[in-house]
């Protein structure tokens, strides 16, 4: 593979790019602090700006590694960061990475999740090189599952009662897309 990090990539409607300190603001606005958001992912809900700085910082932070990939997703028209993308677990040896995605419940629906996340395997399978890319969602959030298959992902399985959440167990659909299904 060919690391290249968190580059600026542009679609029709978004900018992704790499955080910076001034995002908490939005981070924290958009969809950091709310509920609807946080429901099915492994983190809590920020209470305050201070829970989204301290998180962009960290993420800021790990930018000198160039196998790091963490984008802001910006939406074009507000110039707002409405939610972020990014390789949230990566195996170098077997060319396969796994990705996660949320973005503000205000834009829920309006294909702007699918667009972004098109463009990062775009990106990861031919400027990296990966060979594998997955994806995973609770099996109670339908509509990130669909995220998954518009961008051509497939079914692979359920993982049962895999993550605890909320105080209850969680399970997890998996869907992966490999670079030869992606280029037909």
Known sequence: MKHKGTVLLETDR???RKFEYTDSIDMFKNWGSDD????YLSWQTHRD????????NLWISKYEDISDYNWVIELKDIKE???NISIVKLEDANEACEIGYCISSQYWNKGITTEAFKAIIKYL???VGMNRICAKHDIDNVASGKVMQKCGMTYEGTL?????????YSSLAVYSILKREWKN
């Open 14 to 16: 978004l900018i992704l």
């Open 36 to 39: 609807k958001v946080t429901k």
């Open 49 to 56: 700006i201070k829970d989204s700085e301290e998180i962009l």
């Open 81 to 83: 960061a409405i939610g």
């Open 125 to 127: 399978f031919e400027e």
């Open 160 to 168: 049962r009662e895999v993550q605890i959440r909320n105080n209850r």
